[in-house]
Structures are given as structure tokens and as C-alpha cells.
């Protein structure tokens, strides 16, 4: 399918996204959130794709909502559309893995589209910021709520309220990014992390997910108890036979997904 605002490349069992609008940095307008979700229900409904990765340019992830498309918008208008919760419940709602690779600017809602996808992998020039309230407003699409757990209560507070950047070694001390990569070396690096990824059963990488996501809704000792419960279902599955098998055996596992 062709996209205006985004180029997606197919990667054996990894989809590629890139969001291309360079004009602008990649800011994040409707049309671009529309091709999104459009590309992740189409990387979604191919059983052929196992693991996404979403990536920008090297000089911008995105930098941000587009601001030109919302500065004259109203209340009710932001109210009745419910901006940015479509798009955002639409990426939370991927149940297949989404690896960010960021590259220069991801500010704003770039910064928490990153933070939407089960993790992130920067190169050394990425940049990562919530400038909104140097427009007069705040995060918008769950900066508030993702990067507070993400970097702490301390960090957060300083970069929403002052609006400064972190380069990507404070990010990575911080824990909001996985690794950091050479800027030449970002897309390779997170296929070859997405490769190894949609190489492992889709249904553990799946429980998985759906375990560290509870991490952050849940008590311990309840998380703890989800977890117990889902390791022995995995039991349930040909791919937990076929993998200790192929450990037993000492060849390459075969998962189908079973
Ligand atoms: N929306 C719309 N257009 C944007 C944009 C954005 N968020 N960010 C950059 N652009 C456009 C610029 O307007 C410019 O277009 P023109 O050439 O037509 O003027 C083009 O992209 C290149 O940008 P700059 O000339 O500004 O590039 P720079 O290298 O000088 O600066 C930057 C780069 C520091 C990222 C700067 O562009 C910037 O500060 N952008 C805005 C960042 C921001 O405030 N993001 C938060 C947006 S609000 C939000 O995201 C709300 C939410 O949480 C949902």
C-alpha cells in the first residue's frame, strides 16, 4: 500500500515504518496518524510479520504534534475528536512488537510515540524532549504519565516543566532508551533486534508484552501471580515444546506461532 506520509518496507519477518514528512520534521499531523494505524492493522493482519520497527529520519524521529495543523483549533473541536486518543490507543493496541529507532529530534509527541512502542533504541544523536510548555500547553499524547515512569519523578518534572532536551546518553542513564547505537549503524541495529525478536515464539513474545505492560498498572504480588499463571499456560503451546526440544537437541528452534 502507497502512503503519503510514511514509506514501509517489508524486512522478511520485520515491517519497517518510517514516517516521512521532512518538510516538517515529521511532525505528527491526522494524515500521518491515519497511514499509521492503517500500516500497523496491515502489519497486524500479515501472519508473515512477527516484530515493527518505526523509525524517523536522521535529523528527526518527529518533533513533535504538528502545530500548524492545532494552533487554531478549539475546545470543542479538541473535545469532540478526543485528539490524539484514537491514534494513541490505536499504537498501546498493537499486539505484535514495536521497536522505536530514534534519531535526531523526538520531541513532544515524537518523544511519546517513541515511548508508545515497547522500547526504544537511539542513536547517538537523538534527542529527546516535552518542549510543550514552551507553546503554553503540556504533553498530550501520555508524556506526563509514560515518561515519569520511565525517568523518575525528579527528571520528568525538570524536562516538562523547562522544556530542555536530553541527549541520548542521559537518556540511556535515565532508562527511557534500551542502547544507543552509531547513527550509521540505528535501522541496521534495530532490524537485526527485530529479526532475533520475530525469530522467538509469537506467543511468548506476546505474554511477554502483555507482562511488562502489566508492571505498570498492577501491584507486585499480583503481577507476579499473572506471570505464574501465563508461564504455565505457555505449556499449552507446541512452541514451549519445540523450543526446549531444540535446546535438548542442540539445533535452532522452528516456532510456528502454536
Ligand atoms: N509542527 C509543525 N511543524 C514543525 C514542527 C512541529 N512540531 N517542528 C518542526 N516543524 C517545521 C518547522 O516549522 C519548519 O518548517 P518551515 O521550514 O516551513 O518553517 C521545519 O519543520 C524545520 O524546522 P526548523 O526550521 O524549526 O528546524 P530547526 O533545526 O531550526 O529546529 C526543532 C528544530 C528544535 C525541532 C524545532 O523545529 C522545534 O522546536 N520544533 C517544535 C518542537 C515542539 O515544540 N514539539 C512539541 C509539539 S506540541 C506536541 O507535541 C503536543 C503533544 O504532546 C501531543
Redesign the pocket.
Known sequence: MAYETLIVEAHDAVALIRLNRP???N??NSRLLEELGQALDAAEADPGVRCLVLTGSER?FA????????SDKSYAEMFSADF?GPAARRIEACRKPIIAAVSG?A????C?LAMLCDFIIASETARFG???I??G?????G?TQRLTRLVGKSKAMDMILTGRMMDAAEAERAGLVSRIVPADRLVAEALEAAAKIAGQSPLAVMMNIELVDAAYETTLSAGVAMERRLFHSLFAFEDQKEGMAAFIEKRKPDFRGR
Do not use: R
Request: aromatic content about 6%; overall charge negative.
Open positions: 518538510e516538517a520534521l511532525a505528527l528527526a518533533a513533535g504534534a504538528d502545530i500548524k495543523e492545532m490524539f529530534y520531541l513532544g509527541g515524537g511519546e516535552q518542549p510543550e514552551n507553546l500547553v503540556m504533553p498530550g499524547i508524556g
